[in-house]
């Protein structure tokens, strides 16, 4: 979900979205959201986009805080949350993440795999058009 006007620290660093699902690294206490930054550590960024310190999946815990505090926000402003916001169908227990490993060889990829693939390409795909009207509207606000 991207904002007009939303606090800063309540965009991920790499979709530039509002997160709806934050996750906070135990070490570096960056956020990031949820579908955004495992599908980064999944296409093999093993570092994290801010300060370049490795990453795992099991270095994430929800960030709590943040969450009640954007859902205060979104009511404050009547926000109503869109259908990707509440999809439970990429919902992660952090503790226990199982990421299936890349294709790296040509052998046929399970059933399954397909639609995942399928699903994190439409996610990275979501990421980019937000990320680029984002930068162009800041482009734009500061020709003004």
Not at 12 to 18: D, F
Not at 48 to 54: K, N
Not at 61 to 86: A, G, M, P, S
Not at 122 to 127: C, F, M
């Amino acid at each position: 979900m991207s904002l007009e006007n939303a606090p800063q620290h309540f965009l991920c660093p790499i979709s530039m979205e509002v997160m709806s699902h934050p996750l906070q690294h135990k070490v570096t206490k960056h956020s990031f959201e949820r579908s955004a930054i495992m599908e980064w550590i999944y296409f093999g960024k093993a570092t994290c986009p801010l300060t370049r310190t490795s990453l795992h999946p099991e270095d994430f815990v929800e960030n709590t805080k943040l969450l009640q505090e954007i859902q205060q926000w979104k009511n404050e402003h009547q926000i109503i949350e869109d259908e990707d916001d509440l999809d439970a169908s990429f919902s992660l227990k952090i503790s226990s993440v199982a990421l299936p490993a890349p294709c790296t060889t040509k052998t046929a990829a399970p059933s399954s795999e397909p639609q995942s693939l399928k699903h994190l390409m439409s996610l990275r795909n979501k990421v980019l058009r937000n990320r680029d009207a984002r930068a162009g509207k800041m482009a734009q606000q500061n020709r003004q």
